[in-house]
């Protein structure tokens, strides 16, 4: 069951460190210098953080922006950071396959990811030149730990003439084994032109099956998939938003593809991160909730300051270990740095190459949502 009561603007996130003894144990403090480089940065997130806050917050944001000029760093960071981060020192922000085409071309020595590590593992996929940092290796992720290249290559064994896309939360080596990436901008997209492409009618999504099945009810194409799923969608019922319709009548409900299909039926849009948040920047709702990660609400909203979010905080556990103490470290010690073997990224590239490789679309895809939920074979 998803946590539906409305938590309000700037998530309860656990920052343990947070505080001006962590500026002080890095020597950093809320001097002058700081006070004038960050004064007219403190609106972009106002609503989030008090003013009695911001003096301990501020010499974070300050020295990391110092340190990318510095060293010639870059911050990649995802819809689901909290907004200090998103917000006041991210340099390119977005969903999983902007980033990722952000990584291939920009212009750095060195990418820190502000998103979980097989985003970090895809950005160092494509810029191996690149130093590419996470600043905590515990960022993992519920589906990328769910399928192993070895799952993949029995997979591979057993249905030899189906071509196996894999969503790109997952790790290289799963990468490695599969003949094309997808994102949940593109899903329906990459699933079409891999069956064209090995002409046949069925394809194989590993490893979320909540998108194969949102997929597969997009698309002619017959798919299997695999048992996993994310930790933080999958909470997620047609109850509850029944629930939220009758709690906030006339509330326009939008979903992530990677919750259940029958969340997806009862919801009034669904797509990417990045698709959501183009839907309320686009038809400004009077009142809106998105079914998916909770900063991602606080980052739409700072945008949308007529649009009223309700916000049902669901955390994703591994997007919080990142925060604005440990990217600071991070681009300090230079840790810590991702590393993929070269034959393993190699052929993972390949993969991601064959979905960037197709026509790039003006917009994400979106999901026809009212649909009925289909059951699909699995794999695993
Ligand atoms: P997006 O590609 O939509 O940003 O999704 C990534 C993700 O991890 C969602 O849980
Ligand atoms: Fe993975 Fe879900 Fe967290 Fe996204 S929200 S990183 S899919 S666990």
Known sequence: MARLIDSGPG???????????????????????????????????????????????????????????????????????????????GDFRGDSLQLAREASKVDADIIVQAGVHFMAETSKILAPEKTVLIPDT???????????????????????????????????????????????????????????EWNTDTVIMVPDQYLAKNVAAQTDIRIMTWPGACEVHEMFSADDVNQLREAHPGVVILAHPECPPDVLEAADYAGSTAALANYVSEKSPNKVVLLTECSMSDNVAAENPGVNFIRPCNLCPHMKRITLENI?????????????PEDVRIRAKKALDAMMALPKMDKPLDFVTGLEPLELEMVG
């Open 328 to 340: 600071y470290d991070c681009l300090v010690n230079g840790e810590y740095e991702v590393t993929i």
């Open 138 to 196: 515990r960022a993992g992720c519920s589906l990328a730990s769910s399928i192993t290249g070895a799952d993949v290559r029995l997979i591979k064994e057993k249905y030899p003439d189906y071509p196996v896309v894999t969503y790109v939360n997952t790790t290289a080596d799963v990468k490695a084994e599969c003949d094309i990436t997808c994102t949940s901008s593109n899903a329906a997209q990459v699933v079409e032109a891999i069956a064209k």
């Open 11 to 89: 998530c309860p996130t656990p920052t343990p460190l947070r505080g001006a003894s962590a500026a002080e144990a890095r020597g950093l403090a809320y001097d002058e210098a700081v006070k004038a480089e960050t004064d007219d940065l403190y609106p972009l997130v106002q609503d989030f953080i008090t003013p009695m806050e911001w003096p301990a917050i501020a010499p974070f944001v300050a020295a990391i922006n110092r340190l990318k000029a510095q060293k010639n760093a870059v911050i990649l960071a995802h819809n689901y950071m909290t907004p200090d981060i998103f917000r006041l020192v």
